[in-house]
T-cell receptor
Framework: GQQLNQSPQSMFIQEGEDVSMNCTSSSIFNTWLWYKQDPGEGPVLLIALYKAGELTSNGRLTAQFGITRKDSFLNISASIPSDVGIYFCAGLGGATNKLIFGTGTLLAVQP | NAGVMQNPRHLVRRRGQEARLRCSPMKGHSHVYWYRQLPEEGLKFMVYLQKENIIDESGMPKERFSAEFPKEGPSILRIQQVVRGDSAAYFC???????????FGSGTRLTVV
């Protein structure tokens, strides 16, 4: 089945640093989504990418949909303590267009 | 404009009992998806339903698990004869169509004792 490999698995950074994480797939996706999950809550959508090559920003977040449609990255600039959480990439594709999640990146920000 | 509502938030069941998890999609959303998340893992797809129809159940265990999304009322994920390995967070998401705008609920945390 489709699998998404997300890296890094975890990051421990200082407040103010920039962060980059990426996701790769063995198959093509039509849409890439990036979510953030806080403890005890469901994933919250951060950025959605609908076209290969698309670069989209949402405040301090920037994400790109890879040209091959098999990868995506998320950058967070000038991190702050409330950025702490688990970030998931997700790809939408396959015969029934279901959402497949990556393995997650745990982000810890030291004030 | 309420989001995706899941209840209960927490559910404790003894081994062998049945668990029923409910999901009310956002207003206007007719597509519902169920996911399971084990501790410190990502979300695993279980089933995709559109009003009264199961579109994709490729992630559902073959036994003890079932899902429905009736014409009226919430979507239900039913787990019969629960075992300890069923303990997980179960999330529901809804969308107005199959290609975008997935919104997740806050999940139901099932603990089997």
């Amino acid at each position: 089945g489709q699998q998404l490999n997300q890296s890094p698995q975890s990051m421990f950074i200082q407040e103010g640093e920039d962060v980059s994480m990426n996701c790769t797939s063995s198959s093509i996706f039509n849409t890439w989504l990036w979510y953030k999950q806080d403890p005890g809550e469901g994933p919250v959508l951060l950025i959605a990418l609908y076209k290969a090559g698309e670069l989209t920003s949402n405040g301090r977040l920037t994400a790109q949909f890879g040209i091959t449609r098999k990868d995506s990255f998320l950058n967070i600039s000038a991190s702050i303590p409330s950025d702490v959480g688990i970030y998931f990439c997700a790809g939408l594709g396959g015969a029934t267009n279901k959402l497949i999640f990556g393995t997650g990146t745990l982000l810890a920000v030291q004030p | 404009n309420a989001g995706v509502m899941q209840n209960p938030r927490h559910l404790v069941r003894r081994r062998g009992q049945e668990a029923r998890l409910r999901c009310s999609p956002m207003k206007g959303h007719s597509h519902v998806y169920w996911y399971r998340q084990l501790p410190e893992e990502g979300l695993k797809f279980m089933v995709y339903l559109q009003k009264e129809n199961i579109i994709d159940e490729s992630g559902m265990p073959k036994e003890r698990f079932s899902a429905e999304f009736p014409k009226e009322g919430p979507s239900i994920l039913r787990i019969q004869q629960v075992v300890r390995g069923d303990s997980a967070a179960y999330f529901c998401a809804s969308s107005p169509g199959p290609t975008r705008d997935y919104t997740f609920g806050s999940g139901t945390r099932l603990t089997v004792v």
